[in-house]
């Protein structure tokens, strides 16, 4: 739905305002297709190929990988999209002018594989820009202050107490560890995306761990962010941000 396409633009950018900005970095050195490892619905790719980059994406996932192709389509851009597993890309070696894995590699169960393969399609001298989840968040505080302690009330509470929780929030649900008194990985599982414990592997770096896990690359810069309501992107929020946001972006070189 070319609708749902739009509406989910303006909502990604009016939450995420520097999203452009990032992909201007990448789109602005190089020619070539741009390669996006783990597209999703498609939105980064559709962002680069309007910057004036053809784009190639590729997802694991088939669902994913159609909604993109859909996206592309039908907002008359240029790009390709293939499934494919980003730990074994399906390219000839330095095939690519630069690329870009955001809030993936955080996700997949050999991350130094995936940036290995990303790396060995770039030509010498290529951009890559990825986005991690950073330790030492606003964002990781309240999932320790906060969410933890829900999860372990919702394990150990009676259970006339934990469905009145469900019915007055259903979505409580989704953080409830049957089996077991939930911990630190469960909640970091639970508390990076919007599935709950259906998350199945979430990782947090801090900048050491960031610049191992994205070697060979030579990292140029880090930086952070983080998602805001509209409009309330004080001066005080992005100096805030830009020191404990959850999104750590690595400006890389091949």
Known sequence: DP?????????????????????GWLAAEGDGFVLEVGCGMGFHTATISRLGRP??????????ARLAALRL??????????????????????VFGGSMAMGVIQHVDCPERVVAEIHRVLRPG???????YNRFS????????????????LHAAPGFLRRWAFRVRPGLRD?????RLPGFRDAINAGTDAYG????????????????TFFPFRVLRFS????????????FHRWLYSRVGFFLYARCKT
């Open 126 to 132: 290529a951009r890559a820009l990825f986005m991690v």
């Open 73 to 94: 389509k039908r907002q008359g851009l240029k790009g390709y999209v293939v499934v494919a597993d980003g730990a074994a890309l399906p390219f000839r070696d330095g």
């Open 197 to 212: 414990l259906r998350n199945p592997l979430s990782r947090l770096y801090s900048l050491s761990q960031a610049r191992r």
């Open 3 to 23: 609708a749902f396409c739009e509406k989910h633009d303006r909502s990604l950018n009016s939450l995420c305002p520097w999203i452009p900005g990032r992909l």
């Open 55 to 64: 784009a190639i994406a590729v997802d694991f996932s088939w669902e994913s």
């Open 138 to 153: 606003l964002h990781t505080l309240w999932i320790l202050g906060f969410l933890w302690p829900i999860m372990g009330f």
């Open 175 to 179: 953080y409830w560890l049957t089996t």
């Open 224 to 235: 952070r962010e983080d998602s805001h309501a509209p409009g309330r992107a004080t001066l």
